[in-house]
Nanobody
């Protein structure tokens, strides 16, 4: 079992920045893939970014490329999502997830956090 806890969400004006954290516990993450997803009001949960825990390879949704950066700190067992130049359409609940394959779909992941709210005002 892997437990995931997100933090760092909040209210920010358009153009601002936030850094989300995802603290993992319960198991070593050596072979895991970690991802960020978000759910905007009235929409399905969508892929944002993914990172392989061991090698640090990353991939991003087109909508966030150049603005968001995913990273991880192995010593702290924590993943991050640095979000810059935020836009109102980035508003939603952000979830971190862990799985065993690099995927862009929710069903590719086995463990989920409870989510953290990000609200970007115009």
């Amino acid at each position: 079992q892997v437990q995931l806890v997100e933090s760092g969400g909040g209210l920010v004006q358009a153009g601002g920045s936030l850094r989300l954290s995802c603290a993992a516990s319960g198991r070593t993450l050596g072979t895991y893939v970690m991802g960020w997803f978000r759910r905007a009001p009235g929409k399905e949960r969508e892929f944002v970014a993914v990172i392989t825990w061991s090698g640090g390879s990353t991939n991003y949704a087109d909508s966030v490329k150049g603005r968001f950066t995913i990273s991880r700190d192995k010593a702290k067992n924590t993943m991050y999502l640095q979000m810059n130049n935020l836009k109102p359409e980035d508003t939603g609940v952000y979830y971190c997830a862990a799985g065993h394959r690099v995927g862009l779909q929710t069903h590719d992941y086995d463990y989920w956090g409870q989510g953290t709210q990000v609200t970007v005002s115009s």
